[in-house]
């Protein structure tokens, strides 16, 4: 850790292994001054591996859904709403939905560092961490969507959330067409993770057969 | 502070690459060094805008070449010593050579699941909010030397305040160690031709959340 040139992801074989002894030693060290638990280490890795992931938000979506009132309420304050859901945790303070509409399309960037709402889409992706996506999000959100294969209306309102602050958003995607009559559950095998971020549209019908 | 932290707008850094089925963690240590961070969170080390602003004060060259996790240990690291709780001896030596530091309280493995909700930033009010959605403002033209969360791009522009979100802390002030000096925060949208100039797509609208002390009256 004291060489602070290293780039993991450019090492290879023993070095990359130097690494992981950097950190266990850094582990060591903060387990013998009784700062940390490695136990507690454990349980918070198997929770983000296990527990935490886009699923929570996919509910929370396919609620919006197929119950108006919910999805008033979800609008109006994200946290209180899905506090009344029993399928999905609570979540902390200051998650904020934002919901496309045939006339405007939601994007969310942290240009800063990399926040996201954890709570209810898992960990961020590297490439919402990465420069391309922090840098262009901004200022070319369509060549951005381009990158993901999504093409919008050109009168369509691109509307980007710069995650500056402990603020959380969460995009509300459009139901696709021929939805209706489904299931809270099968709608929600159409909420992507990436249409919750606004670089993606959920799935139509037709996409969940192939 | 002006860092390569501060992206928004640059150019140059090529294709958003999606990687299909990316797992949680690509190799055990990034899982080992979030948990230390959260872990040492929760034990009252530092804030979270104090590991922001250890990353972001990183050299550039650094910063950029650094994989995510890795600069979060980086970060890490910088806070631990900077801070008093662990010694350059002691990482060398890879053990602990001398006594702690007491911290507030310690991450056990039966309250991580309470853990995991996110904590409040919300404060006590300190005053009226200055703004109310709709009003017309201008961003300031600032550049500290310390942490920031408003980005260059967003400095000295219009926009129009679109939400409140109550009163928070204030990460200018609590990563220069002088507490959370709560202030209003606020959605301001600005159009994309206000930011990027004539050329920019006429469809876009950028928001930032800015707190009060970012902007004025316009």
């Known amino acids: ?210 | 502070m002006n860092g390569v932290h501060d992206m928004g707008g640059m150019d140059g850094f090529g294709k958003v690459e999606v990687e299909a089925n990316e797992p949680p963690f690509h190799e055990r240590w990034e899982g080992r060094v979030l948990a230390m961070q959260r872990a040492l969170g929760y034990a009252g080390a530092w804030h979270i805008d104090d590991s922001r602003f250890a990353q972001e004060a990183l050299p550039p060259q650094v910063y950029l070449a650094a994989s995510y996790y890795w600069r979060w240990a980086l970060g890490m690291q910088k806070n631990l010593i900077e801070r008093g709780f662990v010694t350059a001896d002691e990482i060398a030596a890879g053990h602990a050579l001398r006594p702690a530091k007491p911290l507030p309280r310690k991450l056990t493995a039966d309250v991580v699941p309470a853990s995991m909700t996110r904590s409040s930033f919300f404060r006590q009010q300190q005053g009226p909010a200055r703004f109310k959605p709709g009003d017309r403002v201008r961003t300031a033209n600032i550049h500290p030397q310390t942490h920031t969360r408003l980005p260059r791009y967003a400095r000295d522009k219009l926009g129009t305040v679109e939400r409140i979100h109550g009163c928070h802390a204030y990460p200018d002030s609590v990563a220069t160690d002088r507490g959370d000096d709560p202030q209003w925060l606020y959605t301001v949208v600005f159009d994309g031709r206000e930011i990027w100039g004539a050329d920019a797509d006429p469809t876009l609208k950028i928001s930032i959340d800015a707190f009060e002390p970012y902007l004025e009256p316009a």
Not at chain 1, 114 to 135: D, F, I, M, N, T
Not at chain 1, 136 to 156: C, I, N, Q, W
């Open chain 1, 1 to 210: 850790m004291a060489d602070h040139d290293h780039d993991p992801h450019h090492e290879h074989g023993s070095e990359l292994s130097e690494t992981q002894l950097r950190v266990r030693a850094l582990e060591t060290i903060l387990t013998e001054k009784g700062y940390v638990d490695p136990a507690a280490l454990d349980a918070i890795v198997e929770a983000y591996e296990t527990k935490v992931g886009p699923r929570n938000g996919a509910a929370v979506v396919a609620r919006a859904w197929t119950d108006s009132a919910f999805k008033q309420a979800l609008l109006k304050d994200a946290t209180a709403a899905v506090a009344t859901l029993g399928h999905v945790s609570p979540v902390g303070d200051h998650l904020v939905a934002v919901e496309n509409t045939s006339g405007r399309h939601n994007m969310i960037v942290c240009t800063l560092c990399s926040c996201y709402p954890w709570e209810v889409l898992g960990l961020p992706p590297v490439w919402y961490k990465s420069a391309p996506y922090r840098s262009r999000a901004v200022k070319d959100p369509r060549g951005v969507l381009a990158d993901f294969g999504v093409s919008l209306p050109k009168e369509t309102e691109i509307r980007v959330w710069d995650s500056t602050a402990e603020t959380r958003f969460l995009v509300l995607p459009m139901r696709p067409a021929g939805t209706e009559g489904w299931s809270e559950e099968r709608l929600a095998d159409l909420v992507t993770r990436d249409s919750m971020i606004g670089t993606g549209l959920a799935r139509t019908p037709a996409e969940l057969a192939r």
